[in-house]
């Protein structure tokens, strides 16, 4: 069974604009996803937008495409375990990505 996907977009101290996913990210929902994302870029004034997936359990590719799409707006937060698929996949040459600190893979 799926985990719905759940996303929040807030303004953090300083301005910056923060979009927060849990759950699962795909086909069921990529689009909702890169509504959110398209919502905070514009949102942002021009700034850097934080994505943070340290909570998504599942990002297929689709929401991969998505991030490609917005590379150059976003910085990302994300398991440990989607780092080497982010790499392999050159989205880490394009965007920032970060691991999220105190979660473990799996």
Known sequence: MTTPLTIDVNRRDG???AVVATGEIDLSNVHTFASALDDAIAGSS????????SAVDYLDSGGINVLFDKADHIRLIVKPLLIPVLTISGLTELATVEAAEGRRNG
């Open 46 to 53: 021009g700034a850097q937008v934080t994505v943070d997936l």
């Open 15 to 17: 301005g910056t604009v």
